[in-house]
């Protein structure tokens, strides 16, 4: 089985400070990790994926994320966080495993919060 | 090209109704998964469908189903309707080829269903 923990349910930065985002991933299965952000009344939508190639993956709007094996863990950051970047942001991991084929698990989520 | 289409947006039943919800994916696209998300649980796989098949399930009770249509369209039904059923039902479509796990889930804006 696969599980997905994100670190803080609710994350608040000012504009312009760092943002960093803690997933750590649980598979007995080489595993594939995705970020997606969720903006209020709309669906997810994409930031970035590793899928055993790079470790550091670089995604959409200057976000990024680095796979670290060794302490399963996938974590997003942001260098310079803009008030648009509010949002809530779901980690999560699936596999090459046929049991995996269409499932994405989900971590609960991590409300980001950006203040001027 | 045009993304992933959900129908209807809003819906409201009653206890013990039944609902049908409707995914178009992205053109090209042969696989479809179903998620619910409501604020306890999070984001939860319901099924996915490729080719007319349900290839995998989550864990939810029969009353959840689902079927996929010749063209990739797929409905999911919800029979004798519960409380605990109030979610956003939101569906998402990939390419469904051999790349399995790897490849990227496009979501649709969602079906927000209220059961009162």
């Known amino acids: 089985a696969q599980s997905v923990t994100q670190l803080g349910s609710h994350v608040s930065v000012s504009e312009g400070a760092l943002v960093l985002l803690r997933c750590n991933y649980s598979?007995?299965?080489?595993?594939?990790l995705f970020w997606y952000v969720q903006y209020p009344n709309q669906g997810l939508q994409l930031l970035l994926k590793y899928t055993s190639a790079a470790t550091l993956v670089k995604g959409i709007n200057g976000f990024e994320a680095e796979f670290k094996k060794s302490e399963t863990s996938f974590h997003l950051t942001k260098p310079s966080a803009h008030m648009s970047d509010a949002a809530e942001y779901f980690c999560a991991v699936t596999s090459r495993r046929g049991t995996s084929y269409g499932k994405l698990t989900f971590g609960q989520g991590t409300i980001l919060t950006v203040h001027p | 090209k045009a993304g992933v289409t959900q129908t209807p947006r809003y819906l409201i039943k009653t206890r013990g109704q039944q609902v049908t919800l409707s995914c178009s994916p992205i053109s090209g696209h042969r696989s479809v998964s179903w998620y619910q998300q409501t604020p306890g649980q999070g984001l939860q796989f319901l099924f996915e469908?490729?080719?007319?098949?349900?290839?995998n399930k989550g864990n939810f009770p029969g009353r959840f189903s689902g079927r996929q249509f010749s063209n990739s369209r797929s409905e999911m039904n919800v029979s004798t309707l519960e409380l605990g059923d109030s979610a956003l039902y939101l569906c998402?479509?990939?390419?469904?080829?051999?790349?399995?796990?790897?490849?990227?889930?496009?979501f649709g804006p969602g079906t927000r269903l209220l059961v009162l």
């Open positions: 469908y490729f080719s007319e098949t349900q290839r």
């Open positions: 998402a479509s990939s390419l469904g080829g051999a790349a399995g796990g790897q490849e990227t889930q496009y």
């Open positions: 598979s007995s299965v080489p595993p594939y």
